[in-house]
């Protein structure tokens, strides 16, 4: 069965910094991987969505990348702001099913 | 509007009640899916279906039951609530891989609280 681990599981940054967020996973035969945010309480919204042929994709200030053979993904946030306060999770598909990680809780601190 | 509706968005109700969440979308995706989030914990598959006449048991189906009423909408009953399912619900579409990005798409959230 795949697994999904994000470490670490709680990141505090000043305003500003440039941060990684890690997804690791077991199985490489995957579709794809997305990557999440929540804020609390609420729904998952995507971010980024990286095809399994895919090396990363961009959004604005984020940057998600795929690295199948080793199982891992990271997100990158640029200049983090305040409103980047978030869990960030990450899922891979792996035929018709959805394997999540646990979640990153970024704070960003002004 | 929202592509993936959920209803009721908060529900309170007592131990041995039989609840209803119902969840449409207007995405046009074959795949459905409902899951389950507690604090601290990933979130844990309920049932899924890939179609109207395709319904699948996920991790943790034990005390749920579901209904495909048509392509867009997918229905999560709990038929004796106990306080233990007191969780933050979600309902997601995703399209198939041959012909679409398989992209997961979710819903706000159904917050269920049992007493």
């Known amino acids: 069965k795949q697994e999904v681990t994000q470490i670490p599981a709680a990141l505090s940054v000043p305003e500003g910094e440039n941060l990684v967020l890690n997804c690791s996973f077991t199985d490489s035969a995957i579709y794809n991987l997305q990557w999440f945010r929540q804020d609390p309480g609420k729904g998952l919204t995507s971010l980024l969505l990286i095809q399994s042929s895919q090396r990363e994709q961009t959004s604005g200030r984020l940057n998600a990348s795929l690295d199948k053979s080793s199982g891992r993904s990271t997100l990158y946030i640029a200049a983090s702001q305040p409103g980047d306060s978030a869990t960030y999770l990450c899922?891979?598909?792996?035929?018709?099913?959805?394997?999540f990680g646990t979640g990153t809780s970024l704070t960003v601190i002004p | 509007d929202a592509d993936v509706t959920q209803t009721p968005r908060n529900r309170i109700t007592k131990t041995g009640k039989r609840i209803m969440l119902e969840c449409s979308q207007t995405?046009?995706?074959?795949?459905m899916y409902w899951y389950r989030q507690d604090p601290g914990l990933g979130l844990q598959l309920i049932y899924y279906?890939?179609?109207?006449?395709?319904?699948n048991k996920g991790e943790i189906s034990d005390g749920y039951s579901v209904s495909r009423q048509a392509q867009a909408k997918f229905s999560l009953s709990l038929e004796s609530a106990i306080p233990n399912q007191t969780a933050l619900y979600f309902c997601?579409?995703?399209?198939?891989?041959?012909?679409?990005?398989?992209?997961?798409?979710f819903g706000e959230g159904s917050r269920l609280t049992v007493l």
């Open positions: 899922a891979v598909r792996t035929g018709n099913q959805f394997y």
């Open positions: 995405k046009g995706h074959d795949r």
């Open positions: 997601a579409t995703s399209g198939g891989t041959s012909t679409n990005t398989g992209e997961l798409f």
């Open positions: 279906s890939f179609d109207v006449k395709d319904i």
